[in-house]
């Protein structure tokens, strides 16, 4: 399985900006794309924020995401990064990559993830 760290997280000031980096490695071959999911505080479910595929860097960005986060990747360092401006106390959360065979908004299709990163905004 392709293996993932996660860095990048922190405490930001509400309106700042964080950029998360998602570092792969192993049979990344296997791997077709990237998903960004977060976790908040008290809440079981994995939320989508957004993703890229890996060969021709296409993306798609949960609502909550759109306008504000850029998902991006770096093919030579097989690395995909979050972009993250205009930051809201409510995108507190655990900031999770993932994984898999398919660009999708469902936690279930990823099979390989990092241990997560931290992100706090305070308001």
């Known amino acids: 399985q392709v293996q993932l760290v996660e860095s990048g997280g922190g405490l930001v000031q509400a309106g700042g900006s964080l950029r998360l980096s998602c570092s792969a490695s192993?049979?990344?071959?296997?791997?077709?794309?990237v998903g960004w999911f977060r976790q908040a505080p008290g809440k079981q479910r994995r939320e989508f924020v957004g993703?890229?595929?890996?060969?021709?860097?296409?993306?798609y960005y949960a609502d909550a995401a759109k306008g504000r986060f850029t998902v991006s990747r770096d093919n030579a360092k097989h690395t995909v990064y979050l972009q993250m401006n205009s930051l809201k106390s409510e995108d507190t959360a655990v900031y999770f990559c993932?994984?898999?065979?398919?660009?999708?908004?469902?936690?279930?299709?990823?099979?390989?993830w990092g241990q997560g990163t931290q992100v706090t905004v305070s308001s």
């Open positions: 192993g049979p990344i071959s296997t791997s077709y794309a």
């Open positions: 993703g890229i595929t890996w060969k021709l860097g296409s993306t």
């Open positions: 993932a994984s898999g065979m398919r660009l999708t908004t469902s936690a279930g299709d990823y099979d390989s």
